[in-house]
């Protein structure tokens, strides 16, 4: 009985087993199901992914009434060295990098825990404070521009009615205010989101395992640190992961708002970028494109800085 | 009579407490409630400003509407030089078409991905590719995606938004759905393809409709973000009879920016579709956009 089981043909039998399992792997269907979504990511995601990386490192020389892309080398990347406006607005999406998530974050998590313990009026709160997450960017920036008016503004006119004349500042103006003022907006318009994900987190942490804290005479706060908190964190770190990403990329409200200014004050990567590739009409190819490889290299350490600092604090 | 007084006083100790927590929750109820307010007064505005009139406006930003008149929505509407309603239908096809796309697309590659039947040798680097695509700053593709549609000669047309929406959907997309396949059971896979199930057929008739909660949230987050995006709409359509609704919008305050009654007329009936179909489903709607999303978590 030493011997190994064999098929008649004497092959041995696990291995005609995984022979026979390989051969049968369904690859019709593997590619009819796979391949027309990842065609359509390799043409209109991959292939643009790559020629950017690819124009970095080229110029567009217009001559004789054409255009050339010619070989720059590193160029582009020596230029945004010395732009300080690129240093400004890496400088601010830092700040919002990291402002951003720790605002969101703390605030989400709070009021997360506040409907999760059922105060009164809690379904009124979880419906309203969603509702901002629906609403487009531009819509968004454009009311809240009137907002933050100097003049006429809610925000002013209200202070000045109740008598903090002087904290009715020049919210879109000023050199200090602008870049706070969008990240509040921001967050305004997605903290709802955040919220609402750690609020299913908590909810789908397992009724047995809250009844037997209860059992055991655990207070309610032993019950928040010690049973919540740790069955919410990988929630937690991909809900903190998306705002930071959000954070990194997010346009629309800025645009609208404060168009980058005043002076670049509250100029973002995205903004710049946009501006440098398109708004300028600069008919400029090579260095937008070593921005945003630059850019893209910042996003991948962030996420990845964040998943290694949280993993290493779970061990 | 040693016990009688410690009783009272346990008594009136449980009543301070009780007075405390009640308080206590007075006060979170007020914190809360001003921060709310926070969060739905810009609606209460735009709502408010647009049955006034500009005139009324000027002389008095705040006051309340002196008469309900749904003229600034009239005009909005029925104005040929404005004609609203057009760029409603254009967001309504492009976002529409995208999303039908985006939803066949990902189901079936998530699926593919998904279940462990069908991985093979390159499954791990293709999806490590998309889930790299997954951090991408969509911005960063716009300069070759606009030099490529222009080759195409679609440049100008609704479609290059159509095929560019897809596109930048599908990572986050199959990532969900992927995530949510791999976790459904194995039996009934088999069970089907024991009674003759083809491949597609297990898919279509047995898989598919058990990822429904997935496949709700991925149509909802993609909904919202055709709906919403204004940059690939400015860069890739400068026809201004073609604009979706942000674009449109974002023209519009621009020109008509002092007329304040009519811009935030438009603003609320741009945000009313979503609005409306959100009040009314909320805790669907909610769940929709929760159920998939933490499921890979």
């Known amino acids: ?315 | 009579m040693a016990t009688v007084a410690s009783a009272g006083r346990v008594r009136r100790e449980d009543q301070v407490a009780h007075w405390w927590r009640r308080f206590l929750l007075l006060a979170l109820s007020v914190v809360l409630l001003a921060f709310t307010l926070m969060v739905i007064v810009p609606f209460i505005w735009m709502l408010v400003m647009s049955f006034r009139t500009t005139g009324e406006i000027l002389a008095e930003p705040y006051g309340l509407p002196t008469r309900l008149s749904l003229e600034n929505y009239h005009r909005l509407f029925f104005d040929p030089a404005i004609r609203f309603s057009r760029y409603f239908v254009t967001s309504a096809f492009v976002s529409g078409v995208a999303l039908v796309l985006t939803s066949v697309l990902s189901t079936m590659a998530g699926y593919g991905f998904g279940r462990t039947r069908y991985h093979f040798r390159l499954r791990s680097p293709l999806f490590g590719i998309l889930l790299l695509a997954l951090m991408l700053p969509p911005q960063i593709l716009y300069l070759p995606q606009f030099t490529m549609m222009g080759r195409y000669g679609l440049l100008g047309s609704r479609w290059s938004l159509v095929l560019l929406y897809t596109a930048t959907a599908l990572p986050v997309s199959i990532y969900l759905m992927a995530t949510y396949f791999s976790q459904l059971p194995g039996e009934l896979e088999d069970a089907a393809r024991i009674d003759g199930c083809t491949e597609f057929r297990t898919f279509w008739q047995v898989m598919l409709p058990l990822s429904r909660p997935a496949l709700a949230t991925v149509i909802l987050l993609n909904f919202l973000h055709f709906w919403n995006e204004l940059l690939l709409a400015v860069t890739m359509v400068t026809d201004p009879a073609l604009r979706t609704l942000p674009a449109a919008m974002m023209m519009f305050v621009g020109e008509h920016g002092s007329n304040y009654a009519i811009a935030a007329a438009s603003l609320v009936s741009a945000m009313l579709p979503v609005l409306i179909l959100y009040l009314v489903l909320s805790d669907k709607f909610i769940e929709g956009l929760t159920a998939g999303a933490l499921k890979g978590a």
């Open chain 1, 1 to 315: 009985m030493a011997q190994a089981v064999s098929t008649p043909d004497g092959r041995p039998l696990a291995a005609a087993v995984r022979h026979r399992r390989a051969t049968r792997r369904p690859w019709t269907a593997i590619v009819l199901f796979i391949a027309p979504a990842m065609i359509f990511f390799a043409l209109f995601v991959l292939y643009p992914l790559l020629a950017t990386v690819y124009y970095s490192f080229h110029n567009i020389v217009p001559t004789g009434g054409q255009l050339h892309t010619v070989f720059a080398g590193l160029d582009n990347y020596r230029a945004l060295i010395a732009d300080e406006i690129f240093h400004l607005s890496v400088k601010n999406t830092l700040i919002w990098g990291v402002a951003g998530p720790i605002i969101e974050m703390g605030t989400a998590l709070t009021l997360a825990f506040i409907v999760y313990y059922k105060v009164p009026l809690h379904r009124f709160y979880r419906v309203a404070w969603f509702t901002p997450m629906l609403v487009s960017g531009v819509i968004v920036g454009l009311v809240f521009r009137w907002i933050f008016n100097y003049d006429w503004g809610l925000l002013n006119v209200g202070l000045r009615a109740i008598g903090l004349e002087n904290l009715a500042l020049n919210w879109l103006g000023t050199r200090e205010w602008p870049l706070w003022v969008v990240i509040f907006v921001h967050y305004w318009s997605t903290f709802g989101y955040s919220f609402i994900l750690l609020l299913a987190g908590l909810t789908a942490v397992p009724e047995e395992l809250l009844d037997a804290a209860r059992v055991d005479g655990a207070t309610p706060l032993q019950t928040i640190t010690r049973v919540l908190l740790p069955l919410l964190r990988p929630t937690f770190i991909t809900v903190l992961i998306l705002s930071f990403m959000g954070k990194m990329r997010a346009f629309n409200i800025t645009w609208v708002l404060t168009g980058g200014g005043p002076m670049h004050y509250s100029e973002t990567v995205a903004t710049y970028v946009q501006k440098r590739a398109f708004a300028w009409r600069s008919l400029d190819l090579g260095y937008p494109s070593a921005m945003s490889v630059v850019w893209f290299g910042v996003v991948l350490l962030g996420v990845g800085l964040i998943n290694r600092w949280l993993k290493r604090h779970a061990d």
